[in-house]
């Protein structure tokens, strides 16, 4: 890459150069990143970003992102990037403010796709009020990675009378999600080149600060919540019986799967309740709020499809039950086999 | 793997498993990195940490690192990457509080180098004074990435009389290198097997939040601080000399650098003032300051080998000038070319 000339970003590519921390380096982020994440604290250009907050306790969340392919239906690795540490945030009952976003690229990785990605962080940042404060690139050489990774660190507020943590379940409370399960998964693995299926599946990815502020608004008490991302809504709950010491009894009926996500399912044989979601939330609340509670949800665009799919109940075993319709049931345990690797 | 045996952490490999939010990611957590982190925050096994601040500025700093070997004289990619992000949030002038860990794995990675890695990190911990509060892995096929990539997020917090910006060099002002140059870089680089140099040199890597608080503590204003880790003290004081709108003249006699250092850069055509370290910081402060803030540095166990390395000058075009003892200067300018990648 001749240093004088600007960036190619239709055509060019990473280039070892640019993880250097030499001139390389700050033509990326002068170029690519600075316009895109538009903020002051990033334009200082310190060695971190030096930003006000709002009195209460800090939340502070983190995810790694290999999702592959890096473009699917409905969204990408960027935006995907922002909206699991915003939701992971949001999932403290916490205010999402700041992010950091480090990215490691491997050499030769097309700048137009890595534009592509930027700028859907930035619309996603920009949807979920949060500014990326911070950030790190490193390249690696070509082979040393898969195109781009993305990890990114939430900072949030969360409100002293908050008090949301997984290990507040309470037999009789009910459990509730905030809309149909398994999306993006489902919308991922049909997308890999190597099924070739045609769906019109679309990632449910998308940032629910906004639903769990509006749930906290209810005045009803959030005992827990959780997205159900990698191993989906089964392995959140059990892990939320677990932790509170509790048992979960699932209503299989009353559980939202859209019809084109069961059809991938069944075809490559997995379960939905194994699937992940980046754009819903399980909420356990106690019985005598959950109406008013859905209410709410169902009020909020990103909650329309909420619903009650289940109760805590009393289990030294702390299992996680899924009842039939006809009357059967069967253990629903943690993800053991059948992995979905780098579905996020 | 068997998922109802303990992880072998002596033998046992990496598995896709391991990154699929199931069991086995949770056996992960629960036997490798919950011993390792030990604290309230981690193990509440939320979505993200909830965690008390002081009151202040909060500062927020990322890095990945993605360092190759991942083994070198003096260190290692784990405690590296939390002495990398500690000295981020330090050169703000703040006081590092907390981490999060992302971890992204390539699929059999021996377990007893994850272990390694995760001890190291945690050990760097105790010594800076923070804790991992929350974290992340994945885990991508073999050959989609290279061994382990590690980011980290550090948030601190900075008294409001505090002002260190990379804008506020003034002309007069010294500069000063908290030791040796280039150390980190080299022993990186002579490990490297392609080249397979013995030398007794190992890397710089260490925290430096305490020496920084010792030189908050002489009183003396700083101006900027900065940690000249990629692209070395001459990207590092570009970049100040830019943001500040002045020039940096440099004595070359007065710059520390090692017989082993040179020697590593003399066989590998480098320019010490171009190489990595991970433990050194560059600092400028007004020149009726300088000598207390220079004792104050040597009495600190990490600030020993400081010393006056320059002189911040008005110059419009804002050049990094190294003046040879000799008489004669040249001009140094942001890293272009002979890039060192994966050095951190």
Redesign the interface.
């Known amino acids: 890459m001749g ?1 004088g000339l600007a960036l190619d970003l239709r055509h060019g590519c990473v280039d ?2 640019m ?8 033509r990326l982020l002068q170029e690519l990143f600075l316009p895109a994440f538009d903020n002051v604290a990033l334009q ?10 709002p009195p209460g ?10 999702v ?1 392919p890096i473009f699917f239906p409905g969204g990408d690795i960027g935006g995907l990037s922002v909206h699991g540490t915003v ?3 949001a ?2 009952g ?1 205010r999402p403010l ?1 992010l ?5 690229l491997e050499e030769g990785f097309p700048l137009a796709d890595l534009k592509r990605v930027v700028d859907s962080m930035a619309a996603a940042c920009h949807e979920a009020g949060v500014s990326i ?9 070509k ?4 195109g781009v ?1 993305i ?1 990114t ?4 507020m ?1 409100e002293e009378s908050v008090g949301i ?3 507040r379940a309470r037999p009789g409370d009910r459990v509730i999600v905030s809309g149909p399960i398994g999306e993006h998964g489902a919308a991922v693995l049909a997308q890999r080149r190597e099924l070739g299926l045609e769906t019109a599946l679309t990632s449910d990815t998308q940032p629910l600060h906004g639903l769990v502020a509006a749930m906290l608004e209810s005045g009803v008490e959030l005992r827990c919540l ?2 159900p ?4 809504v089964a ?1 959140a709950l059990n ?1 939320l019986a677990r ?1 509170s010491g509790v048992g979960i009894a699932l209503d299989e009926e009353s559980i939202p799967v859209g019809g084109e996500v069961r059809g991938v399912c069944e075809l490559l044989g997995l379960d939905p309740l ?1 699937v ?1 979601c980046e754009g819903r939330l399980l909420a356990i609340c106690p019985a005598d709020g959950v109406e008013r509670l859905l209410q709410n949800m169902r009020a909020h665009p990103k909650g329309e499809g909420a619903a009650i799919i289940g109760e805590v109940v009393e289990d030294r075993d702390r299992l996680l039950v899924l009842h039939a319709p006809w009357g059967g049931s069967r253990i629903v ?5 059948e ?4 579905i ?1």
Chains 1, 2 share one sequence.
């Open positions: 240093v070892i150069n993880g250097a921390g030499g001139l390389a380096s700050e200082s250009l310190g060695d971190g970003a030096v930003v006000p907050m306790r800090l939340v502070v969340a983190t995810d790694a992102h290999v592959s939701n992971d945030v999932m403290m916490a700041y950091s976003a480090s990215f490691i404060v911070t950030g790190d690139t490193k390249v690696v050489e082979g040393g990675a898969d990774f990890t660190t939430g900072v949030g969360v943590a997984p290990d959780r997205d991302t990698r191993g989906g392995s892990e932790a194994y992940a345990p943690m993800l053991t086999g992995p979905l690797p780098r996020c």
